[in-house]
């Protein structure tokens, strides 16, 4: 079983849509978890990042934690054509950036499409 | 601010030889790591350098290696290429080891022939 397993998708979607994205994972010691958008032609960027259990708000956004069943989501609002994206997941036990950038485990990202 | 610039954009090669990619992180940011991203196994840490030392390091082979200059600009080279190194090599910077946020570049994709 993978660490971290993400539906690859694609994931067509129309304008204004929820969309929802999961990932699940085995290691039951991942503590911190963040979510990544892929532009095409473009590394990615950070978009959200939580610590244990519970839910993150930012604008449309929110990222939700279930340490108990081993599944994140992130919740996408009234999406809009410049979502259309590949979004990773990615986890880790350890706090990212204490020299532990490696630590960080990441799934193979949902390619997101979202028509006008 | 400028971001994170890596060259080439585009490489091709054939099997056997060597590459060498460049990493220019944003002023400022100290900490550098690499990555390597295919569609079958997906973003890869390969390794980390802070203030010219390797500070963690992924499960590549000894082909894979890196460095990091004075400036905190890195290179990362790979010798004896295999088809299989065919990937998109990313790099991310951040401003200390201490910083969850890292910033990645648009990346350099390799063919290998």
């Known amino acids: 079983q993978k660490e971290v397993e993400q539906d690859p998708g694609p994931l067509s979607v129309p304008e204004g849509a929820i969309v929802s994205l999961n990932c699940t994972y085995s290691n039951s010691a991942f503590q911190y978890f963040m979510w990544y958008r892929q532009y095409s032609r473009k590394g990615p960027e950070l978009l959200m990042y939580?610590?244990?259990?519970g839910n993150k708000e930012d604008g449309r956004f929110t990222a939700q934690v279930d340490k108990s069943s081993k599944y994140i989501s992130l919740f996408i609002r009234d999406s809009q054509p410049s979502d259309s994206a590949t979004y990773l997941c990615a986890m880790s036990a350890l706090r990212v950036g204490r020299g532990s950038q490696g630590n960080l485990i990441f799934g193979k990202g949902t390619k997101l499409s979202v028509k006008p | 601010k400028a971001g994170v610039t890596q060259t080439p954009r585009y490489l091709i090669k054939t099997r056997g030889q060597q590459v060498t990619l460049s990493c220019s992180p944003i002023?400022?940011?100290?900490?550098v790591s690499w990555y390597q991203q295919t569609p079958g196994q997906g973003l890869q840490f390969l390794f980390e350098?802070?203030?010219?030392?390797?500070?963690n390091k992924g499960n590549f082979p000894g082909r894979f290696s890196g460095r990091q200059f004075s400036n905190s600009r890195s290179e990362m080279n790979v010798s004896t290429l295999e088809l299989g190194d065919s990937a998109l090599y990313l790099c991310a910077s951040s401003r200390g080891r201490n910083q969850e946020t890292q910033y990645f570049g648009p990346g350099t994709r390799l063919l290998v022939l």
């Open positions: 350098y802070f203030s010219e030392t390797q500070r």
């Open positions: 002023s400022g940011h100290r900490s």
């Open positions: 939580t610590y244990s259990s």
